[in-house]
């Protein structure tokens, strides 16, 4: 039981089409997630942009909640049905323009290609962003940040469809509020598109960095398993990775999920785990952390509920 609505309105439906929108109704968000967990879900996939003001309109006109799901890294949805809708904004080709250091991207491009793209054309400063997976928007939610760098460091402006007003505005940097894995970004705001200043710098230089980013963290976390990164982030000064794993707490299960034996701030789908799966494990780690510490662990992961 997804978007019953929706589903009979066939109106919209026809709009929707015109709009160069695929509609999917049914979809398992466990296929959209990077965890590999959620429930049933209605989906919009916009091939083009600029559809999104008059379709979150009428969306908005008949009382129908949305949400965008980007590149799906950093979530943790439940097990049961959705009744929202979600939009998906699908990549382009043309994602990125360059001009001298000035950088232009959609935020539905793929953030490691990004890093790559711009390294091809002697840009660099985002070294260590090359093999954070997702979308140059979900980075920007979440203030991405790896091997010394955040994104938010290097944005001039954000381009935000504003799920409040239904209009779309360019946000400087001054004006986001980017802290550790966090913005200022409202939950129904939709990042359309990013302009970061690089720094010159030789493409052989910025690949010698980008391959020692990537093989620590090759070796240092699960990269190959099903996981949305950092489940918890850190409290400051400490990492709650080391913190879980001098508790002796890596390998524990429940269900299908797994403490990474890697790095034990992930938890991994390993054998068709349940978000149920997942909440479990994570309620173990706050309870130990916080009889052995005092600590209260913050979520890093974005848990979505009904
Ligand atoms: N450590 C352990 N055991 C573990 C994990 C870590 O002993 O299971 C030790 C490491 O040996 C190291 C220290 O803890 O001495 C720090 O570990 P690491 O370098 O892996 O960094 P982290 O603080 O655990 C943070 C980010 C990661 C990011 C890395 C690299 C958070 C919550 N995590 O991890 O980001 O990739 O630094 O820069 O901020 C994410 O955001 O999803 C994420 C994975």
């Not at 010394?148 to 509020?177: P, Y």
């Amino acid at each position: 039981m997804s978007n019953v609505t929706l589903r009979n309105d066939t109106e919209l439906l026809r709009q929707i089409a015109g709009w160069q929108a695929d509609y999917k109704p049914g979809e398992r968000l466990a296929d959209y997630a990077s965890l590999g967990v959620g429930g049933e879900a209605d989906l919009i996939v916009l091939r083009d942009h600029a559809a999104l003001e008059p379709l979150a309109a009428a969306l908005r006109e008949r009382g129908i909640a949305w949400q965008l799901i980007g590149g799906g890294t950093n979530i943790l949805p439940v097990d049961e049905p959705f009744t929202r809708v979600f939009l998906h904004l699908a990549p382009s080709k043309n994602d990125v323009t360059i001009e001298g250091r000035n950088v232009s991207v959609s935020a539905a491009a793929s953030l490691g290609r990004t890093v790559t793209y711009c390294a091809k054309n002697n840009l660099g400063g985002i070294e260590g962003l090359a093999g954070v997976p997702g979308s140059v928007g979900g980075a920007l939610r979440m203030n991405a940040g790896a091997y010394g760098t955040q994104i938010g460091a290097v944005v001039r402006s954000v381009t935000v469809f504003r799920g409040v007003s239904g209009k779309i505005e360019e946000l400087t940097a001054d004006r986001i509020g980017f802290q550790y894995r966090h913005s200022s970004f409202a939950p129904d705001d939709v990042m359309l598109a990013v302009r970061l200043e690089l720094n010159e710098r030789p493409f052989a230089e910025i690949m010698e960095d980008i391959k020692r980013c990537n093989e620590k963290r090759r070796t240092s976390q699960p990269v190959k398993e099903k996981s949305a990164g950092c489940i918890f982030k850190n409290p400051p000064g400490l990492s709650t990775g080391k913190l879980i794993d001098d508790l002796g707490l890596k390998g524990f299960r429940e269900g299908g999920a797994v403490i990474s034996e890697r790095h034990a701030n992930f938890i991994v789908n390993r054998d068709h785990a349940t978000a149920a799966d997942i909440f479990r494990l994570m309620d173990r780690i706050r309870d130990t952390i916080r009889k052995a510490h005092g600590i209260e662990l913050e979520e890093e992961v974005i848990v979505w509920k009904n």
